[in-house]
């Protein structure tokens, strides 16, 4: 009798048992819900913000390509030869072309390709083909092309000529050109030129001058020079997106120098660690950084503009051929992105950095050298891809 009664509680206890599990495995609970949908919400919102854009590449062998830089198995959409660039292979020389900040190419747009002859190109973007060509100089070395704030004209400088020219973009017109050169006929070498960020002038470092420029839009007239130290040799320069501060890239000290913009006065000078050679930067959107790309080392150099002091350096994949060429802030203000040259034979690369984490957000590797990389709408991408440009094609896409 007890042994039933014993046996009969078993079951019973055993039967709660079950009830029990099976009503907490069936009962709703809201918390892994909530969990799960703030962290996948968050980062789908941030790609969508920043994801927008393609980019539009130039190599030196004359390649354009259409590239979507956040997929790098599949980057390569579409390319087609317009023009040789590089024109005195193996001579390699550095080319740059600068968009006002969250500015991007689109259908109808004209880019301007710079050769390292002192040619420059103009190629309609519906079509890709040269509309126009200007022969600013006529030597081998650094040429560099920036777009006015509104994007209606271009400032162009050519240092081995000592050509500074402004070109209107719908007429295709010289607006006016001038020639920096010394009483003894030596250029002033002038290796790079920017808009300010109000269009009312442009600033333009006279490298063999020790000056830097600031030069009334309209007319090219000077208005204020920044005389330099003797043998500081100021190379390429940067100025801010709120127009009050100038970054100044010296190859004879090997350091970047801060001034005020308009006034140029002095904020601060930042040396460069070791053996670096300054020669592109790009502040921040937000201007609390500028970060330096040297022109000897796969690396960026993360300098703080309140205190002016080095507080990182980002190391970019090693090439053949170390060095960076250009450094851009991508359309949206979430990434900057870093143009390795390399050379047509063991090929270049571009880099896209995390502004949030100042680490590599993204590696595209080429076959050959980049010459000019520019944000592209995608709409504009998908419509050269689809209609002008030829498929992707291992070993002919760049």
């Given at each position: 009798?007890n042994?039933?009664?014993?046996l ?16 907490l495995?069936?009962?709703?609970t809201?918390?892994p819900t ?5 962290v ?16 539009l590449?130039?190599t030196?062998k004359?390649?354009?390509m259409?590239?979507n830089?956040f997929?790098p ?7 087609q030869?317009?023009v ?10 550095y080319?740059w ?6 500015s ?12 390292n002859?002192g ?6 973007t519906?079509t ?5 060509s200007?022969?600013v100089g ?9 777009y ?10 050519d240092g ?5 020219e402004v ?13 920096f050169i010394?009483?003894t006929?030596r ?13 009312q ?7 063999f001058?020790?000056s ?6 309209t007319n ?6 920044l ?17 009050t501060?100038l970054?100044v890239?010296y ?12 006034n140029l ?5 930042v040396?460069?660690?070791g ?5 592109r930067?790009v502040f921040t ?8 790309a ?6 960026v ?5 309140s205190?002016?002091s080095?507080?990182?350096?980002i ?18 203000g ?11 034979q063991?090929?270049?690369?571009i880099v896209?950095i ?7 957000a993204?590696?595209?590797p080429?076959?050959t ?11 504009a991408g998908?419509y050269l891809v ?12 760049c």
């Amino acid at each position: 009798m007890n042994y039933k009664l014993i046996l009969l509680a078993g079951f019973i206890v055993i039967l709660a048992i079950g009830f029990g599990a099976a009503y907490l495995m069936l009962r709703p609970t809201t918390t892994p819900t909530t969990t799960t949908t703030s962290v996948v919400t968050k980062p789908t919102t941030t790609i969508t913000q920043s994801q927008n854009f393609y980019l539009l590449v130039f190599t030196q062998k004359g390649i354009s390509m259409v590239l979507n830089p956040f997929s790098p198995s599949s980057s390569f959409l579409g390319f087609q030869h317009v023009v040789n660039i590089s024109l005195n292979t193996p001579d390699q020389v550095y080319f740059w072309e600068q968009l006002p900040y969250n500015s991007m190419i689109k259908l109808g747009d004209v880019v301007f390709m710079p050769l390292n002859n002192g040619t420059v190109y103009a190629v309609n973007t519906s079509t890709m083909k040269v509309i126009k060509s200007f022969q600013v100089g006529n030597s081998i070395g650094f040429i560099g092309i920036d777009y006015s704030p509104n994007m209606q004209y271009v400032g162009i400088a050519d240092g081995p000529s000592g050509v500074v020219e402004v070109i209107n973009v719908q007429t295709l017109q010289v607006v006016w050109k001038d020639t920096f050169i010394s009483p003894t006929g030596r250029t002033y070498y002038p290796c790079d030129i920017r808009w300010a960020p109000n269009g009312q002038y442009i600033i333009v470092p006279m490298r063999f001058n020790n000056s830097v420029d600031e030069i009334n839009a309209t007319n090219g007239q000077v208005i204020r020079v920044l005389a330099a130290s003797p043998g500081s040799q100021p190379y390429m320069l940067s100025p801010n997106n709120q127009g009050t501060m100038l970054a100044v890239e010296y190859v004879g000290n090997n350091s970047v120098g801060f001034y005020s913009l308009p006034n140029l006065s002095l904020l601060g000078i930042v040396k460069m660690p070791g053996k670096l050679i300054p020669q592109r930067g790009v502040f921040t959107p937000n201007g609390q950084y500028y970060l330096e790309a040297p022109a000897n080392e796969n690396e960026v150099v993360v300098i703080s503009t309140s205190n002016f002091s080095i507080i990182e350096n980002i190391t970019l994949p090693s090439t053949s051929s170390p060095g960076l060429s250009e450094i851009q802030l991508a359309p949206g203000g979430n990434y900057a992105y870093v143009v390795i040259h390399g050379n047509p034979q063991s090929g270049g690369m571009i880099v896209l950095i995390s502004l949030s984490s100042m680490g590599i957000a993204y590696e595209i590797p080429l076959t050959t050298a980049p010459a000019i990389v520019l944000p592209l709408q995608t709409s504009a991408g998908t419509y050269l891809v689809d209609n002008v440009l030829l498929p992707p094609v291992t070993g002919l896409h760049c």
